[in-house]
């Protein structure tokens, strides 16, 4: 079972609709999580990040974290052509590591 | 702000050749990362020092070598390129340990963008 997974996609969505992307990790001793986002060609950028339990909403954006169900999730409300991208999930292990999915791509029909 | 800073950001090796891929901080960061990013992978941490004078292995460190130069600066070198070591490489800093369990973000650098021959 790979440390941190995510469903690499695509996802497509009409632009003005939810998108919801969603992480999963293993270990119970996690305690940050963040999402990037990554241009094709680009470095990541943060979008979010969350430690406790619950929905953290920053604009569009709604980072969602379950700690007993090891599940964290994105959510990008209207949704736009410019949101296309590959979104990272990034998970702080017990350890210094932080590990990364290796992404779900998004893309946004106008 | 330059934040995170990368050089070469371009880099054609042969086979066998060594090089030294530079990343600066200006952030005050105290700790930094390496990793390489390849189609469908994601990010793999090669590499990692959370503060300076140490440094330990990621999960793909085989065939690389570090150094953590100061507080600002963390190298990453190929001793003797391999064509499976081409690859987009990352660097990253951020700031651990302030507030356990709530830890910051980190912050990349543009890549470097490595092909072996």
């Known amino acids: 079972q790979k440390e941190v997974e995510q469903n690499s996609g695509p996802l497509s969505v009409p632009e003005g609709a939810i998108a919801s992307l969603n992480c999963t990790y293993s270990d119970r001793g996690s305690q940050s999580f963040f999402w990037y986002r990554q241009y094709s060609g680009k470095s990541p950028e943060l979008i979010m990040f969350?430690?406790?339990?619950g929905d953290k909403e920053d604009g569009r954006f709604t980072a969602q974290l379950n700690k007993a169900s090891q599940y964290v999730s994105l959510l990008i409300r209207d949704s736009q052509p410019s949101d296309s991208a590959t979104y990272l999930c990034?998970?702080?292990?017990?350890?210094?590591?932080?590990?990364f999915g290796a992404g779900t791509r998004l893309f946004v029909k106008a | 702000n330059a934040g995170v800073t990368q050089t070469p950001k371009f880099q054609v090796l042969k086979t066998g050749q060594s090089m030294t891929l530079q990343c600066a901080q200006d952030?005050?960061?105290?700790?930094m990362y390496w990793y390489r990013q390849d189609p469908g992978m994601g990010l793999r941490l090669i590499y990692y020092?959370?503060?300076?004078?140490?440094?330990d292995k990621g999960e793909v460190p085989n065939g690389y070598n570090v150094s953590r130069l100061n507080k600002r600066e963390f190298s990453l070198r190929l001793e003797s390129a391999a064509p499976s070591q081409t690859s987009v490489y990352f660097c990253?800093?951020?700031?651990?340990?302030?507030?356990?369990?709530?830890?910051?973000?980190?912050?990349f650098g543009d890549g470097t963008r490595l092909s072996i021959l």
């Open positions: 020092s959370a503060s300076e004078g140490t440094t």
């Open positions: 990034a998970v702080r292990t017990g350890g210094f590591k932080t590990i």
């Open positions: 952030m005050n960061h105290n700790s």
């Open positions: 990253a800093s951020s700031l651990l340990g302030e507030i356990w369990g709530r830890d910051q973000p980190q912050h």
């Open positions: 969350i430690y406790s339990n």
